[in-house]
């Protein structure tokens, strides 16, 4: 079943908002990058928040159907990226967000409003 990427994207914005994740950004990559249609960033405090943000995200994926390509950064909990095609999901780990800060690099993109 093929799952559109604005359904992926409210669908790991949800996951990760009830799971607590703070600053949660959804940035537009269409137009600007062949990677992904959509980028979502987010963190938790803790690596066990972490982990719970991006098995959330991966769960739901699983129930709507989507294809989950690959998952990197459980163990370590500090970065994982979640792959889920037209959607890449980017859980930090607080301080590792503040230091890579990949929304500068993506400065291009246009942020997704939620209502």
Not at 19 to 41: C, E, N, P, T, W
Not at 60 to 72: C, D, K, L, M, P
């Amino acid at each position: 079943m093929t799952v559109k990427a604005d359904e992926l994207l409210q669908l790991a914005v949800a996951a990760a908002e009830d799971k607590k994740a703070h600053r949660i950004v959804a940035l537009d990559l269409q137009g600007i990058s062949m990677v992904a249609d959509y980028f979502v960033i987010c963190h938790g405090n803790s690596d066990t928040q972490v982990q719970a943000i991006a098995t959330e995200i991966r769960d739901r994926a699983h129930q709507r159907g989507a294809v989950v390509r690959g998952i990197e950064g459980m163990d370590t909990a500090r970065w994982v990226l979640i792959d889920l095609g037209d959607v890449v999901v980017h859980v930090f780990h607080r301080e590792e967000r503040d230091y890579y800060n990949i929304e500068r690099l993506w400065s291009d993109a246009k942020v997704v409003e939620f209502a």
